[in-house]
């Protein structure tokens, strides 16, 4: 239940401050100074949030905080199915309460409107289409998840991917912002778009399917192709000698 717990406030982090600071400087406003520090606000509040959760809750659940990256996990085997499904609730459940605390924060303003849904077509600031929008998310998931996977994998990297992953994530949003608003992220999507209603209800499938969809080839391609197990020294009991097996 700890695991769960930290993946709830995790990802309530992560929903509150990264569509909050969206709502609250009212999202992509076009190619002007002040659209272009937006997104770079925007950006550094999603990336910033993970960088703050992943050094409060990662020692208790690696801080997945997102459906896609715990998929990849679980693709990888450092998941159980059981867990993954926990996984899974707790962040939807911390992404719900997120968007839950921006409606209390937008009922109480008398100038605060939206809830940070992502989009395309009219909802999208670029005026992205589908297939676009699908194309993008696949794309940007499957970098996100790929970086988290690498940074990870070996102790000599995994003490800094707090700050790695918070890096990617902000990376990714200052492209996708204009375009889709930046999901990446089930949850993150799925929250604000009850709260919206609407079209962007009827679009979030998009941002359900595709962060799915390259979150598990990011999976594929770093498992077939860039994993490689550390070397470990095992000392033999009895023997002054220490014996190193070497594992690929």
């Known amino acids: 239940m700890k695991k ?5 406030i995790g990802t309530f982090i992560l929903v509150f401050i990264g569509t909050g600071t969206a709502v609250v400087l009212g999202g992509y406003t076009g190619g002007t100074d002040a659209g272009f520090l937006g997104v770079l606000a925007i950006a550094f509040a999603f990336g910033l949030s993970i960088v703050a959760a992943a050094y409060a809750i ?4 690696g801080c997945h905080v997102n459906p896609a990256v715990s998929l ?3 693709m990888s085997g450092n998941l159980t199915a059981k867990e993954f499904g926990g996984y899974v609730i707790a962040q939807i459940l911390g992404a719900v309460a997120g968007s839950s605390f921006l409606a209390f924060i937008i009922a109480s303003s008398t100038n605060l409107e939206g809830y940070g849904a992502n989009g395309y077509g009219e909802l999208s600031a670029a005026g992205l289409n589908l297939v676009g929008a699908l194309g993008v998310e696949v794309v940007l998931t499957f970098i996100f998840v790929l970086a988290i996977l690498g940074v990870t994998s070996s102790k000599a990297t995994s003490h800094m991917g707090g700050i790695v992953i918070g890096l990617t994530l902000t990376l990714v949003h200052i492209i996708g912002v204009p375009l889709t608003g930046t999901s990446v992220n089930p949850a993150r ?4 778009a009850f709260f919206a209603g609407g079209d962007a209800l009827a679009q979030v499938w998009v941002f359900i399917l595709a962060p799915l969809v390259g979150a598990a080839l990011a999976a594929v391609v770093f498992k077939t192709f860039f994993h490689i197990k550390e070397e470990t020294g095992i000392e033999v009991a009895g023997d002054s000698d220490v014996r190193r ?3 690929r």
Do not use: D, K, M
């Open 58 to 61: 990662g020692h208790i659940s």
């Open 189 to 192: 999507s799925l929250a604000p």
């Open 4 to 8: 769960y717990l930290a993946e709830f």
């Open 245 to 247: 097996t070497r594992h």
């Open 72 to 74: 990849a996990v679980w």
